[in-house]
């Protein structure tokens, strides 16, 4: 797994970094067969008096891309409601890729019929 962090008109700490990793190893907890995870964080803009933090993630599944955002005041909170919106769609691409893959349901044989 590819883990690629990225930080726009933001510097990244190496404190930053380990907090979104120590927080991406509950997602590959639930599920395994990540590709490639990658993360930017960055400052928005709209006005000097409202300044927003963002953070986002492109993880990459085999034959799919979940894509979240989340924005709030602090980079931290952003982080976690970021997690927490992909774990969410984590589990439910998980589940979704477990009921797919049942045995398909075999024909019920026909009763004879009387001649």
Same mark, same amino acid.
């Given at each position: 797994? #590819?883990?690629? +962090?990225?930080?726009? &008109?933001?510097?990244?700490?190496?404190?930053? /970094?380990?907090?979104?990793? #120590?927080?991406?190893? /509950?997602? +590959? @907890? &639930?599920?395994?067969?990540?590709?490639?995870?990658? $993360?930017?964080?960055?400052?928005?803009?709209?006005s000097?008096?409202?300044?927003? %933090?963002?953070?986002e993630? #492109?993880?990459?599944? @085999?034959? #799919?891309?979940? &894509? $979240?955002?989340?924005?709030?005041?602090?980079?931290?909170?952003? +982080?976690?409601?970021?997690?927490?919106?992909?774990?969410? *769609?984590?589990?439910?691409?998980?589940?979704?890729? *477990?009921?797919? %893959?049942?045995?398909? &349901?075999?024909?019920?044989?026909?009763?004879?019929?009387?001649?």
């Open positions: 797994m #590819n883990l690629i +962090i990225s930080g726009h &008109h933001l510097d990244l700490t190496p404190a930053i /970094r380990e907090y979104v990793q #120590n927080k991406l190893d /509950r997602i +590959i @907890r &639930h599920f395994d067969h990540v590709i490639d995870i990658a $993360v930017i964080l960055g400052v928005e803009k709209p000097e008096k409202d300044k927003r %933090q963002r953070a993630v #492109n993880l990459r599944l @085999r034959g #799919n891309v979940i &894509h $979240v955002e989340s924005f709030a005041k602090d980079l931290y909170a952003a +982080i976690d409601t970021l997690i927490d919106k992909l774990d969410r *769609q984590v589990i439910k691409y998980k589940t979704k890729m *477990q009921d797919h %893959q049942c045995e398909a &349901h075999k024909r019920m044989p026909e009763a004879p019929t009387a001649a």
